[in-house]
């Protein structure tokens, strides 16, 4: 699964209504992207999202987009773009081929 800029407000809300635990063992893996000066989601929900994560036990990768705010599309981490470093967390975390 893939998450750029996401929070857990919604799913808090969702578990706060119905009583759920939106999170379990069998949830998948997960590839975070976040801006560490977004003003709209704030960086603590994607650290929390990583915690639960971890807790679970389920793998999962951290991105910090350091100086970049909400919807950073163009930030670059060690000289690659966003799309490049989704891309490299699936084929490497599905065991795919690319030629």
Known sequence: MVDFWGGNVKLDLFESVFGL???DSNDPELFIAHGTLDPTVLFTEATELESIYNTL????GLVLLVDQGHGAWNATVNGKGLYEMTFDFLVARQELMVE
């Not at 036990?57 to 999962?60: A, D, K, P």
């Open 21 to 23: 635990d939106r999170y």
């Open 57 to 60: 036990g389920i793998h999962n």
